[in-house]
């Protein structure tokens, strides 16, 4: 269980490193802020579906094979913020960005940190199903 938990959530991890640190600069410094800002937009649902996916799965198979409370909870709570990025911050401030509202800005400024967030919880759990793995 555990290599299959590692697995989605690195895949997670990496997903959401190499989007956030390489792609997303790279198509604001090459496109028009307004070009690139609709292809970041397009591929978030994509981004964090896979995010609560992975996590998803992982939280399933660490509650059914009785892993720690606080490889769960972590899980939980990561899981949480996904779904409140998914199903909530991202359809709001796409709604504040049409109608060009300038609370699309702090909504953005919301997602930047649930989403880093989101990556520090699954380095953690990562971390802790690595050093776990090493112990048993």
Do not use: C, W
């Not at 600069?25 to 978030?44: H, I, Y």
């Amino acid at each position: 269980m555990n290599r299959v938990m590692i697995f989605l959530l690195s895949f997670y991890f990496g997903l959401g490193t190499f989007f956030s640190f390489v792609v997303a600069p790279t198509l604001f410094r090459v496109l028009e802020r307004s070009q690139a800002g609709a292809v970041v937009e397009k591929v978030f649902p994509l981004y964090f579906g896979i995010g609560l996916g992975a996590v998803g799965v992982s939280l399933i198979l660490g509650i059914t094979s009785k892993m720690s409370k606080f490889l769960n909870l972590l899980l939980a709570l990561n899981l949480l913020v996904l779904m409140v990025l998914e199903f909530y911050i991202l359809p709001k401030a796409h709604s504040l960005k049409v109608s060009g509202s300038p609370e699309f800005m702090k909504y953005h400024l919301i997602s930047v940190i649930m989403s880093t967030v989101s990556l520090f919880f699954t380095f953690g759990a990562i971390v802790y199903l690595i050093v776990r793995d090493g112990r048993s």
